[in-house]
């Protein structure tokens, strides 16, 4: 196996985090903005042979949606802010590590500034090793993410770990980076402290908390495909709770405790943050009427005051700004 890392660093402000799509290699995520407040947003990720470890960290709400890496197991944690982040729709702990299968659909819900990790390994590579390492594999689900708790100061251990490797990478970077070498000693490193924490932990034990955060997770990604996909956008609440199945209070409780937010004000921000990443990708003869008209606002006018109540400026300012770059 090669061992020459490959190592980057992005930080996005403004507007820009929602167009920052590759935040986990080898997907697409979909950024939500929640505020009008400047926004920063800081990405790294380093690559040495077949792993990847990536961090991000926000310094404003956010939501962020999509679907972890299709051939790889991906195990991630909180290393700030887990107090105030749902992962698919679930509360988190301080000293908690998830496992994501491969390909399996992630919600990130943060009301305040957090930062995430995410080591991305093969699930050949890591069984191999833990099989090496301890005589067995680790058990994986297959279906859906789960959670482990860890045990005290292991969250520490891997954030610290994490930090250095990325440190000295940032460091490295001028002068021709890690070498192979070095890069090996790092790839082990990595690997078997994350393979010592998952075996030292233990699975939190809510079967039935779980279950429920399951299929309030799929009923919020079911009714905004239903809204946002579909052909009439500014379907009404009554018609979406009828179609899911729920009458109109029981969706509202079931997003206020999953989201933190009514279904109303979920669906307009997904409308709004359509509309938001239109405008900063608008060709030449783009209109605000015509992306308002698409996201089903049907009053420009009104949709300017929404728009300007979540990001702080006109429709028209963000379409003249991305007309003059």
Same mark, same amino acid.
């Given at each position: 196996?090669? @061992?020459?890392?490959?190592?980057?660093?992005?930080?996005? *402000?403004?507007?820009?985090?929602?167009?920052?799509?590759?935040?986990?290699?080898?997907?697409?995520?979909?950024?939500?903005?929640?505020?009008?407040?400047?926004?920063?947003?800081? %990405?790294?990720?380093?690559?040495?042979?077949?792993?990847?470890?990536?961090?991000?960290?926000?310094?404003?709400?956010?939501?962020?949606?999509?679907?972890?890496?299709?051939?790889?197991?991906?195990?991630?944690?909180?290393?700030?802010?887990?107090?105030?982040? &749902?992962?698919?729709?679930?509360?988190?702990?301080?000293?908690?590590?998830?496992? @994501?299968?491969?390909?399996?659909?992630?919600?990130?819900?943060?009301?305040?500034? *957090?930062?995430?990790?995410?080591?991305?390994?093969?699930?050949?590579?890591?069984?191999?090793?833990? !099989?090496?390492?301890?005589?067995?594999?680790?058990?994986?689900?297959?279906?859906?993410?789960?959670?482990?708790?860890?045990?005290?100061?292991?969250?520490?251990?891997?954030? &610290?770990?994490?930090?250095?490797?990325?440190?000295?990478?940032?460091?490295?970077?001028?002068?021709?980076?890690?070498? *192979?070498?070095?890069?090996?000693?790092? @790839?082990?490193?990595?690997?078997?402290?994350?393979?010592?924490?998952?075996?030292?932990?233990?699975?939190?034990?809510?079967?039935?908390?779980?279950?429920?955060?399951?299929? %309030?997770?799929?009923?919020?990604?079911?009714?905004? &495909?239903?809204?946002?996909?579909?052909?009439?956008?500014?379907?009404?609440?009554?018609?979406?709770?009828?179609?899911?199945?729920?009458?109109?209070?029981?969706?509202?409780?079931?997003?206020?405790?999953?989201?933190?937010?009514?279904?109303?004000?979920?669906?307009?921000?997904?409308?709004?943050?359509?509309?938001?990443?239109?405008?900063?990708?608008?060709?030449?003869?783009?209109?605000?009427?015509?992306?308002?008209?698409?996201?089903?606002?049907?009053?420009?006018?009104?949709? *300017?005051? @929404?728009?300007?109540?979540?990001?702080?400026?006109?429709?028209?300012? !963000?379409?003249?700004?991305?007309?003059?770059?």
């Amino acid at each position: 196996m090669m @061992y020459q890392p490959m190592y980057m660093r992005h930080l996005y *402000s403004g507007f820009e985090p929602c167009q920052a799509f590759d935040v986990v290699y080898g997907t697409t995520f979909e950024h939500r903005l929640l505020s009008a407040k400047q926004a920063t947003m800081a %990405h790294q990720r380093l690559v040495i042979g077949d792993i990847r470890l990536e961090t991000g960290g926000y310094n404003f709400p956010v939501v962020a949606q999509g679907c972890m890496p299709k051939k790889e197991v991906c195990i991630g944690f909180m290393a700030e802010g887990e107090q105030v982040t &749902r992962c698919n729709t679930m509360a988190l702990e301080s000293n908690e590590i998830q496992i @994501y299968p491969p390909g399996v659909e992630l919600l990130y819900h943060a009301s305040g500034p *957090s930062r995430w990790v995410n080591f991305v390994v093969p699930e050949e590579s890591l069984q191999a090793f833990a !099989t090496a390492r301890v005589g067995r594999p680790i058990h994986l689900s297959r279906h859906a993410a789960y959670s482990m708790r860890l045990r005290n100061g292991a969250r520490h251990a891997l954030t &610290r770990i994490t930090d250095d490797a990325l440190g000295l990478a940032h460091r490295l970077e001028p002068v021709g980076g890690i070498s *192979s070498e070095l890069g090996a000693e790092i @790839y082990h490193s990595l690997l078997g402290s994350y393979v010592d924490q998952i075996f030292d932990s233990t699975p939190l034990n809510q079967p039935e908390k779980s279950a429920t955060e399951i299929r %309030h997770h799929q009923l919020i990604t079911a009714c905004e &495909r239903l809204v946002v996909s579909g052909e009439d956008t500014d379907i009404a609440l009554a018609e979406i709770a009828k179609r899911s199945g729920y009458s109109l209070r029981s969706l509202e409780l079931i997003f206020r405790r999953s989201v933190g937010m009514t279904p109303g004000r979920w669906f307009m921000t997904a409308r709004l943050n359509g509309a938001l990443r239109d405008l900063l990708n608008c060709e030449q003869d783009g209109t605000v009427s015509e992306v308002a008209m698409k996201w089903g606002f049907r009053h420009v006018s009104r949709f *300017s005051q @929404y728009y300007r109540n979540a990001f702080g400026e006109l429709p028209s300012e !963000t379409l003249k700004r991305t007309r003059q770059q």
